[in-house]
């Protein structure tokens, strides 16, 4: 009964260790969702990143407008300026050629206010220009640094759609990788689902199948107490009954069946197999009997028997006739020759010589539908 319930266990262990892969599946789900997140969070910052080339998009624009305008203004100065210096070359020479002429007169003198008046607004300008240089040229500085950082955030913004390219790639990789994964659980599941409801059959089959050997380990052990009771005018040293590992064996000794050296059963030999002919043309259950001959190690020859073997085989089949003739049906019974080859005692002594010698009924249940379903 023991070892039936071994193929169960081992079934339940092997569903068991089918359940492994499902951590990988875990650790690809957490994989995933991590590169997700990541890509998320890249998806912020190039956000930002734009933004951020926008206004300095806006800022250049500016800076570019203001220094067009500054530069508009620096020319319109400067043609401001040249006129004025050239105005002034002009009254410069009418007022040394007047000078020249009239000396020190009113029209000279305001000719030389008018000078002065010109030449303080030619150092107007002058500084004007010079001013509106400096601020164009700070402007032209803002307007590099604001394209430098705009140059550097295109750049950024490039190196991070690049990147965010890479982890889109690796997220769908690892998305179909996990997909692949999933459709192998799934099919992995299905099998298992299949293999713990065939363990489930046969773990309902085998707990049928221990219920019909018991049945039957029960019907032999009641057989045993019959062959027994039947038995009961015998002495302990003339039979025994026992029923082990299934079996039920019916032990006679020589002495109960036989003389020395012979095979014809004696009358009280012969009383004791019709009664246990009489229990067993009775029995239900199906059963295989064996009549086992045994002798001693002691080698025998004479005109009639060969050998132990010969002996052995002889007796045995005696006892089967008149199993046969009490009722048994002949196809039920096999006689069995087994000479000294299965002592039960040491042949060294008397003792272990005398029990050796003996005729074994075996009882067997026969359990081939039992091993066929197995």
Known sequence: MKKI????????????????????????????ADNQRKIEERDVTIDQLKTRARELQSQI?????????????????????RTLSNRLD?????????????????????????????QDELVTSNDELLDSRKSLEEKKAR???ANKALAESEE?????????????REVEYQRQSLEDKNRQIEKQQTELERQLAEIARQAARLVELENQLKAKDQAMAQLKNTIASALVDFNPDELTVVHRDGKVYVSLEEKLLFESGKYDVNNKGVGAIRKIA?????????????????????PLRGAVIEDNWDLSAKRATSVLRIIVAGGVASDRVQAIGRADTAPVADNATAEGRCKNRRTEIVLTPKIDQ????L
């Open 143 to 145: 307007l590099a640094e």
């Open 61 to 81: 624009d500016k800076l570019k407008s203001e220094a067009d305008n500054l530069a508009q203004d620096t020319a319109l100065a400067g043609i401001r300026n």
């Open 370 to 373: 039992i091993l066929k379903a």
């Open 5 to 32: 319930a071994l193929p169960l266990a081992a079934a339940l262990a092997l569903a068991t260790a089918a359940c492994v892969p499902t951590s990988q599946f875990q650790k690809a789900q957490k994989a995933t």
């Open 278 to 298: 009489s229990v067993l043309k009775d029995v239900k259950t199906d059963i295989d009997i064996a009549v086992e001959g045994h002798t001693d190690n002691v």
């Open 156 to 168: 950024q913004l490039q190196s991070s759609n690049a990147a965010l390219a890479d982890k889109s």
């Open 90 to 118: 002009v009254l410069q020479n009418d007022l040394a050629a007047l000078a020249a002429k009239m000396g020190d007169v009113p029209e000279y003198r305001s000719l030389m206010s008018h000078l002065s008046q010109m």
